[in-house]
């Protein structure tokens, strides 16, 4: 089975400041990896995603996340966040091959302070 | 994401009423899945259905069915509403890797 985790509910950050949003994931054989931000009363947007390749990808708004084989995490980041910024981010994987269906983590709650 | 429609925005029904939740796309893709969202536990996956004769269960599938009219169409319904499906519901669609969403649909269940 797959799984995702995001040990972080709530990251605080003040404007200005490098951000770091943590997932972690578990899955047979090698992942597909994804990003998605949900703002207020709004569907999931996608943001980036891995498949293969470079480890650093980079996505839409300014963000990146960088693909660790060895410790399985997939680690959201942005050099100076955004009071934009603040939003609910959700990390999902899925293995290759019969596993054709996402698996999302819990939820983080990004909050960047003016 | 304007090229996913989800109808109704908001529902309020009754334990035991059937309701059924709509989703139309016009990406043109074959994959259309249907989650639900709860606070702290993210989306779960209620349906998901990779063309018009094939379509699976997903992990939470218990007290709901799907229909896929359409390439473009796919419906969820509650046969018998009960006051734990009161969730945000989305729909979502994929050609190969990202998944696309729509706006989703609040249902209560008094």
């Known amino acids: 089975a797959q799984s995702v985790a995001q040990p972080e509910d709530q990251v605080n950050v003040a404007e200005g400041n490098p951000l770091t949003v943590k997932c972690t994931y578990s899955?047979?054989?090698?992942?597909?990896l994804f990003w998605y931000v949900q703002y207020p009363n709004r569907g999931l947007q996608f943001l980036l995603k891995y498949i293969t390749g470079d480890n650093l990808v980079k996505g839409s708004y300014g963000f990146e996340a960088e693909f660790n084989k060895s410790q399985t995490s997939f680690h959201l980041k942005k050099p100076s966040a955004l009071v934009s910024d603040s939003a609910l981010y959700f990390c999902?994987?899925?293995?290759?091959?019969?596993?054709?269906?996402?698996?999302f983590g819990s939820g983080t709650q990004l909050t960047v302070l003016p | 994401d304007a090229d996913v429609t989800q109808t109704p925005r908001n529902r309020i029904t009754k334990t035991g009423k059937r309701i059924m939740l709509e989703c139309s796309q016009t990406k043109g893709h074959d994959r259309m899945y249907w989650y639900r969202q709860d606070p702290g536990l993210g989306l779960q996956l209620i349906y998901y259905s990779f063309d018009v004769k094939d379509i699976n269960k997903g992990e939470i599938s218990d007290g709901y069915s799907v229909s896929r009219q359409a390439q473009a169409k796919f419906s969820l319904s509650l046969e018998s509403a009960i006051p734990n499906q009161t969730a945000l519901y989305f729909c979502?669609?994929?050609?190969?890797?990202?998944?696309?969403f729509g706006p989703g649909t609040r249902l209560t269940v008094t």
């Open positions: 999902a994987v899925r293995g290759w091959g019969s596993a054709r269906q996402l698996t």
């Open positions: 979502a669609t994929s050609a190969k890797y990202e998944q696309y």
């Open positions: 899955v047979s054989g090698n992942p597909y």
